[in-house]
């Protein structure tokens, strides 16, 4: 009796690749319709994600509309406008530094395996050479502002481009970028006011400490991945009692705001407003799901939200 040989068995048609999801942000659109060859590069500056750029802004024009009666006839306009470029072009700098020196990790976790670096669609020597380019760019826009806030941001580099070791080094990261999501404050009061008070310290103190948090909130997207992976942070070693932390810093920063709005004599139409924008940061932690990482990211991008409020709090204190 024969045997026929054994027939293998057809192999399975391969899956067909999911198309990649259309962006939906206005600022992610815009940068999908640019040409494939500068597309990593906006990517690694995170012109699709802006959120980082107005957490980086808003405070510092704060500090100019807070300092602008401390020097008549100041060149506040110019002031805004330069503030503008430096956070823009600084946040896109320190995004691109943190990608190079986190690369290894990002390609392990799961909401940031498609950055330019991780996915492999940049190389590392031409992402250094683009963030010297920048660099370039960024470092001689404050001399338009004088020689002193050209100095304090030259001396802000050194913290922000740091930051990215932080993580390997301490479970408080957060704690470090605070002052740098700050920094345009010192820059933005010295070039109104030319020298620092009580107003300014208190203002700097107080956002860098609703940026601990904005942080703080944020490193939650990750917290499995990052612990798995190795990444340091006060979101792994905290985890539930995050929410703690986050109640107090968010009670310091308005306790700094409040302190800095009685320094600058601000009017009493800064206090409503102050108190809308302390309502938005207790709807933030009531909305908060700290284990759903979809929840943590919708409250992270409320956070330009509550940084407006508390411009256009100052701005209507300093209407007499």
Same mark, same amino acid.
């Given at each position: 009796?024969?045997?026929?040989p054994?027939?293998?068995?057809?192999?399975?048609?391969?899956?067909?690749l999911?198309?990649?999801?259309r962006?939906?942000?206005?600022?992610?659109?815009?940068?999908?319709?640019?040409?494939l060859?500068?597309?990593?590069?906006?990517?690694?500056?995170?012109?699709d994600?802006?959120?980082?750029?107005?957490?980086?802004?808003?405070?510092?024009?704060?500090?100019?509309a807070?300092?602008?009666?401390?020097?008549?006839?100041?060149?506040?306009?110019?002031?805004?406008?330069?503030l503008?470029?430096v956070g823009f072009?600084?946040r896109?700098?320190?995004?691109?530094?943190?990608?190079?020196l986190?690369?290894?990790?990002?390609?392990?976790?799961?909401?940031?395996?498609?950055?330019?670096?991780a996915?492999?669609?940049?190389g590392?020597?031409?992402?250094?050479?683009?963030?010297?380019?920048?660099c370039?760019?960024?470092?001689?826009?404050? +001399?338009?502002?004088?020689?002193? &806030?050209? $100095?304090?941001? *030259? /001396? =802000?580099?050194?913290?922000?481009?740091a930051?990215? !070791?932080?993580?390997?080094?301490t479970?408080?990261?957060?704690?470090?970028?605070?002052?740098?999501?700050?920094?345009?404050?010192?820059?933005?009061?010295?070039?109104?006011a030319?020298s620092l008070?009580?107003?300014?310290?208190?203002?700097?103190?107080?956002?860098?400490c609703?940026?601990?948090?904005?942080?703080?909130?944020?490193?939650?997207?990750?917290?499995a991945?990052?612990?798995?992976v190795?990444?340091r942070?006060?979101a792994?070693?905290?985890?539930?009692?995050?929410?703690?932390?986050?109640?107090?810093?968010?009670?310091?920063?308005?306790?700094?705001?409040?302190?800095?709005g009685?320094?600058a004599? +601000?009017?009493w139409?800064?206090? &409503?407003l $102050?108190?809308? *924008? /302390? =309502?938005?940061?207790v709807?933030?932690?009531?909305? !908060?799901?700290?284990?759903?990482?979809?929840?943590?990211?919708?409250?992270?991008?409320t956070?330009?939200?509550?940084?407006?409020?508390?411009?256009?709090?100052?701005?209507?204190?300093?209407?007499?």
């Open positions: 009796m024969t045997h026929s054994p027939v293998a068995p057809a192999p399975s048609p391969a899956p067909a999911a198309p990649a999801p962006p939906t942000r206005p600022a992610a659109r815009c940068v999908a319709r640019m040409p060859a500068i597309r990593p590069y906006l990517e690694l500056m995170r012109v994600r802006p959120v980082g750029t107005w957490l980086v802004v808003l405070p510092g024009w704060t500090a100019v807070m300092a602008a009666d401390a020097r008549p006839g100041a060149r506040v306009p110019l002031t805004v406008a330069v503008f470029a072009l600084t896109g700098a320190g995004c691109t530094v943190n990608d190079i986190d690369r290894r990790f990002d390609a392990r976790v799961t909401r940031t395996t498609g950055r330019p670096l996915a492999g669609t940049i590392v020597r031409r992402a250094w050479a683009f963030f010297g380019a920048q370039l760019v960024a470092l001689p826009i404050p +001399l338009l502002l004088g020689p002193t &806030p050209f $100095l304090v941001m *030259a /001396a =802000g580099w050194v913290p922000i481009v930051y990215p !070791l932080m993580k390997r080094i479970d408080w990261p957060h704690v470090w970028l605070g002052p740098c999501m700050s920094w345009l404050v010192p820059v933005g009061w010295l070039a109104v030319g008070d009580v107003a300014a310290v208190l203002l700097f103190v107080g956002m860098s609703w940026a601990v948090g904005c942080d703080l909130v944020y490193a939650h997207q990750d917290r991945s990052d612990a798995v190795g990444v942070s006060a792994v070693r905290l985890g539930r009692r995050s929410v703690s932390v986050l109640v107090g810093v968010y009670v310091a920063t308005i306790g700094c705001l409040a302190g800095a009685v320094a004599g +601000l009017g139409a800064f206090w &409503p $102050l108190a809308l *924008a /302390a =309502g938005h940061l709807r933030q932690l009531r909305a !908060l799901d700290i284990d759903d990482p979809a929840c943590c990211q919708r409250v992270f991008l956070n330009p939200q509550f940084a407006a409020l508390v411009l256009v709090a100052v701005l209507a204190g300093r209407i007499r």
